[in-house]
């Protein structure tokens, strides 16, 4: 099946430091992957869409020069979260679609700790 | 975009009996999702029913829809201890956006 790995699984970093977060499809070719955002025992809000070669689509609210995504090849995007913040301390968690018949496979998220 | 609401938000069961949780959602569809998520881990995809089917199995798994009250319900027969995990409903939207439901925290005690 449709396979998402996603790196590193958990990360501590110190604020103003930046972090970059790696989404890869291992098995199929994605065109267009989704980042979300988990706050604790709360629901994933998404953040922005990952469009291989262009720029990304960000949701209402997402400071895009915070959270750079780069979509470079048809099996890696990533989320690069820069100057961190406590407040920015999450679950993030990416996805893909392996065909339009198919649910959305996701990645085993990364926990973000800023200290 | 509006999230979908999932009721309830916690369910407890014990090991055997049968759990029921219902999704909610705002707009035309044109299939709805179902994902369970382990605590601390990624989504995994359990079903996908599509907006003319009103039924749907998968093992132990029951999907119902009902476009006509925009609902949703999934039901886990005979559950176990490792049915412990979040579930949550999904409908994809424009660009193909998965828009979720708030979540049902279900526990299965032995």
């Known amino acids: 099946g449709a396979v998402v790995s996603q790196h590193p699984s958990w990360v501590i970093c110190k604020s103003g430091t930046s972090v970059k977060i790696e989404c890869r499809s291992l098995?199929?070719?994605?065109?267009?992957m989704f980042w979300y955002r988990q706050f604790p025992k709360q629901s994933l809000m998404l953040m922005a869409t990952s469009n291989e070669g262009s720029k990304a689509t960000y949701e209402q609210g997402v400071e895009k020069d915070k959270f750079l995504i780069n979509h470079a090849s048809l099996t890696l995007s990533t989320l690069t979260v820069t100057s961190a913040h406590p407040e920015d301390s999450s679950f993030y968690i990416c996805?893909?679609?392996?065909?339009?018949?198919?649910?959305?496979?996701f990645g085993s998220g990364t926990r973000l700790t800023v200290v | 975009s509006q999230q979908g609401e999932e009721d309830p938000q916690a369910l407890s069961i014990q090991e055997g009996e049968n759990a029921t949780m219902n999704c909610s959602y705002k707009?035309?569809?044109?299939?709805l999702q179902w994902y369970r998520q382990n605590s601390g881990r990624g989504l995994v995809h359990l079903i996908l029913?599509?907006?003319?089917?009103r039924e749907k199995h998968s093992g132990r798994l029951r999907v119902t829809l009902d476009t006509s009250k925009k609902s949703s319900s999934l039901l886990i027969t005979a559950s176990r201890a490792a049915d412990t995990a979040s579930y949550f409903c999904a409908t994809p939207g424009g660009g193909n956006k998965l828009t979720f439901g708030t979540g049902t925290q279900l526990k299965v005690e032995l």
């Open positions: 996805s893909a679609r392996a065909g339009t018949d198919y649910g959305y496979t």
């Open positions: 029913i599509r907006s003319n089917e």
């Open positions: 707009t035309s569809i044109n299939n």
């Open positions: 098995d199929f070719q994605a065109t267009t």
